[in-house]
């Protein structure tokens, strides 16, 4: 269930994507009952025993999910690998990503492709 500081966030969060970045919590959401939400890094985040993923929502120009391993890198680092036949991701680092998508419309045809992403990122960690 969703945290109710999130709740009230999105409510007040003004970002031409409102509506997509909420469906797209909610699909993260379901992938998992262990999963949580909080604010962190004020936008939406998502974790089990650590942080996994956010979102950033500035400069709100599309949307974007940071998908990494908490807020410190750990030790040893180790190099992670997702499927990306829509080629989605930026990889700052080997175990933290960037994904990113850039109109409502490919939020909508490719939301079943994030999640299977978010998927395969839990199951690495």
């Avoid at 909420?22 to 993260?28: E, T």
């Avoid at 999963?35 to 956010?54: L, V």
């Avoid at 979102?55 to 709100?60: E, G, N, S």
């Avoid at 990306?84 to 998508?101: G, N």
Wanted: hydrophobic share 40%.
């Amino acid at each position: 269930m969703p945290s109710v500081d999130v709740e009230t966030f999105m409510k007040q969060l003004d970002h031409p994507f409102k509506a997509e970045i909420n469906r797209l919590r909610v699909a993260i959401m379901g992938i998992d009952p262990k999963i949580s939400e909080e604010i962190k890094w004020n936008a939406p985040s998502f974790k089990i025993k650590e942080h996994f993923a956010t979102f950033k929502l500035h400069p709100p120009k599309s949307i974007q999910i940071v998908l990494h391993t908490g807020a410190k890198p750990k030790a040893p680092q180790k190099p992670f690998t997702l499927d990306d036949p829509h080629q989605l991701l930026k990889w700052p680092a080997i175990d933290r990503c960037m994904l990113t998508l850039q109109s409502p419309d490919q939020a909508a045809k490719l939301e079943k492709v994030v999640i299977k992403m978010v998927k395969e990122w839990i199951q690495q960690l």
